[in-house]
C-alpha cells in the first residue's frame, strides 16, 4: 500500500464500517464477488473478516488504492495504486461535483456528499423531507415538496458539514446502513435482503434512488465511487467524534 | 465458497450459452444416465445393509441442513468418491475408501462431497465428467471438439474442490480432514499420518513454482488436464482456511 494520510484514519473506524468498505471492494450490487478483487484470496482477510476488521484495515485501503489505479500504471507502480486524494478526484469529476484545485481531502469529500445528498432529497416524499427539516432544524412553512427541499438543500450548502451531517445521519440512518442493506442482501441471497429492504422503507428507496444515480457504467468506477462515499461518510462521522472528544 | 470457484463460475457463466448448454444436457438425459448406472451396477446404502456408514452419512448430512442425496458405494480398491446430479443428487463412494477410512476420515470425504452440493458445483461437474467420459470412450475426439471447454471446466472443477475442501474442514475439524488427504495420498490402511504431512511438502512444493518461471510452467501444465489440485495444495488451502474467523465460526456451529 502506498502510505497515505487520507487513509489512516480507518484504524479508528468500527468493525461494522470497515466491513462494509470491504464488501463493496470485494462484491458486487448482486452479492457475487468481484472478479478483479484481490482481497478475498488474502491471508490477512481470511484471518479478520467479519469479527477483526480493524485487523485489516491496511488491506483495505490498499485494494481500494489498487482499484482507484489504472491496471498497467499500477504494475508500474509495483502492484500498488494511486493515492486516495487522486482517485477521490476522478470520482468527483466522474460525478460531474466542481472542486477548486487548492481543497483539501476533506473539503472534496464535503462537496461529493453534499452532491450525493441532493440527488437524494430530491427524490424523497414531502413527508420525509419534512421530518429531515425539522431533524436538521428548519421549521418548514409551507407543504409544497419543492419548496421544503429547496429549503433543505440552501441550508445544505450555506451549512456545510455541520448540516451534512445529520442530513447524512438521518436519510436512511446515513449511507453506511444502506450499503450494510445491501451487503445483507449479498450475503443472505433473499429473504433477510428484502426484510432489510422493507425496513428501511421509503428512506431507503429514495436512498436507493439517489444511489442509482451514481451507479454508472464503467465497471472501475462501480467500485470506487460506493467506496469513497462510504470512506467520505467514516471520515465525517470520524471527525465529528473527534471534535465532541476535544470539545469535552 | 473458496474466492476462486466463485471467480471461475463466474467465468463459466459469462461464457454465451453455456448455462443453457448445461440446463439442456441435464434436461436430455445428462442427470438420468448416472442415477441409471449407480442402480445397474453400484449397491444403495440404508440403515440396514451399511449402518455404520450409513450412521456418518446421517452425521454429515444432518450437521449441512441439506436434503439427504442418495448414496451408493461401488467397486473400486482407490479411495475415491463423487457427486453428480442437480434435482436428485447422489454420492458415490468406492468400497476402497469405505475400508480404508476411520468413521470421521470417511465423515471427511462424505462432507467434502456433501460440500459441492452445497455448492451447486454439481450442476457444471455433471457436464465436464460426462465429457471426460467420451474423451476416454473415444479415444480423445472430444477433447478435440471441446478442448477450451474442457479446459475452462478442468480449470473450474480444481478451484471447486477447494470449496468443497473449506466444507468438510468445517465439519471434521482441519486436523482430521489433513490426515483424509494423507491417507488419499498414500493409499494405506495402516498409515497413520500426523496431519501435517502433506502441507510440509506443500511448502517444498511452493518453493519449486515459485523458484522459477519453468517451474511454474511444468507445474501448471502438469495440472492443467486433471479435474482435482494437488493433494498438498489442498493441504495448504485447508491450513490457510483453519486460520480463518469463518472457519472458527463454523466449527462452534457445528460443535
Known amino acids: 500500500m502506498i502510505v497515505d494520510s487520507n487513509l489512516s484514519f480507518l484504524q479508528y473506524c468500527s468493525n461494522d464500517e470497515l466491513k462494509t468498505l470491504c464488501d463493496t471492494l470485494t462484491h458486487d450490487n ?8 484481490q482481497l478475498t484470496d488474502n491471508d490477512v482477510y481470511l484471518r479478520c473478516y467479519p469479527d477483526n476488521m480493524k485487523g485489516m484495515w491496511q488491506e483495505i485501503a490498499a485494494e481500494l488504492q489498487r482499484f482507484g ?18 482517485i477521490l478526484r476522478d470520482v468527483c469529476k466522474k460525478m460531474k461535483v466542481r472542486i477548486p484545485s487548492c481543497s483539501t481531502v476533506e473539503e472534496i469529500e464535503i462537496a461529493l456528499l453534499t452532491k450525493y445528498c441532493e440527488e437524494t432529497i430530491g427524490s424523497m416524499d414531502i413527508d420525509l423531507l419534512h421530518e429531515l427539516s425539522v431533524e436538521i432544524g428548519i421549521k418548514p412553512q409551507s407543504y409544497n415538496k419543492q419548496i421544503v427541499a429547496a429549503a433543505i438543500l440552501v441550508a445544505l450548502r450555506r451549512g456545510g458539514g455541520k448540516v451534512l451531517a445529520p442530513v447524512i445521519y438521518y436519510i436512511g440512518s446515513n449511507i453506511s446502513r444502506i450499503l450494510i442493506g445491501r451487503g445483507v442482501y449479498l450475503a ?23 444511489w442509482l444515480a451514481f451507479d454508472i457504467a464503467s465497471p472501475a468506477y462501480r467500485v470506487t465511487v460506493p467506496a469513497v462515499i462510504q470512506v467520505a461518510c467514516m471520515r465525517l462521522k470520524h471527525n465529528s467524534h473527534f471534535l465532541t472528544a476535544q470539545c469535552v | 465458497m473458496h474466492p476462486a470457484d466463485a471467480k471461475a463460475i463466474l467465468a463459466l457463466k459469462k461464457i454465451p450459452g453455456f448455462n443453457y448448454l448445461v440446463r439442456k444436457y441435464m434436461e436430455y438425459g445428462g442427470e438420468s444416465l ?21 450412521r456418518v452419512f446421517k452425521e454429515t448430512v444432518t450437521a449441512l441442513g441439506i436434503d439427504e442425496p442418495e448414496l451408493y458405494v461401488y467397486n473400486d480398491p482407490y479411495i475415491n468418491a463423487y457427486t453428480y446430479g442437480e434435482t436428485r443428487t447422489f454420492i458415490a463412494i468406492s468400497s476402497g475408501a469405505v475400508e480404508t477410512l476411520s468413521p470421521d476420515e470417511l465423515k471427511g470425504v462424505l462432507a467434502h462431497e456433501c460440500g459441492h452440493i452445497v455448492c451447486h458445483h454439481t450442476f457444471y461437474n455433471t ?11 473415444f479415444k480423445g475426439i472430444p477433447y478435440m471438439l471441446f478442448g477450451p471447454l474442457v479446459l475452462a471446466l478442468q480449470y473450474w472443477s480444481r478451484r471447486s474442490e477447494l470449496s468443497a475442501d473449506r466444507c468438510a474442514t468445517s465439519i471434521v475439524g482441519a486436523q482430521a480432514y489433513q490426515k483424509v488427504l494423507a491417507k488419499l495420498a498414500s493409499g494405506m490402511k495402516s498409515f497413520k499420518p500426523n496431519g501435517k504431512e502433506l ?14 518461471l519453468w517451474g511454474k510452467i511444468q507445474q501448471n501444465c502438469q495440472v492443467a488436464f486433471q479435474s482435482h489440485p494437488q493433494l498438498c495444495e489442498r493441504a495448504y488451502e485447508v491450513d490457510r482456511w483453519s486460520k480463518s474467523c469463518r472457519y472458527r465460526q463454523s466449527r462452534i456451529r457445528v460443535c
Do not use: C, M
Not at chain 1, 498497467?72 to 487522486?86: D, K, M
Open chain 1, 30 to 37: 448482486k452479492g457475487e464477488v468481484r472478479l478483479s478483487e
Open chain 2, 199 to 212: 502441507l510440509n511438502q506443500a511448502y517444498e512444493y511452493h518453493d519449486i513454482i515459485e523458484g522459477s
Open chain 1, 69 to 86: 489505479g489504472n491496471t498497467f500504471a499500477n504494475i508500474f507502480r509495483g502492484g500498488v495504486g494511486a493515492s486516495y486524494e487522486s
Open chain 2, 127 to 137: 457436464l465436464l465428467y460426462s465429457l471426460v467420459e467420451l474423451a476416454d470412450s
Open chain 1, 188 to 210: 443472505t441471497a433473499g429473504v433477510l435482503g428484502r426484510a432489510a429492504a422493507a425496513l428501511a422503507g421509503p428512506i431507503g428507496w429514495a436512498l436507493t434512488a439517489g
Open chain 2, 34 to 54: 448416472y442415477r441409471g448406472q449407480n442402480l445397474a451396477n453400484h449397491v444403495k446404502v440404508y440403515e440396514d445393509n451399511f449402518p455404520a456408514l450409513y
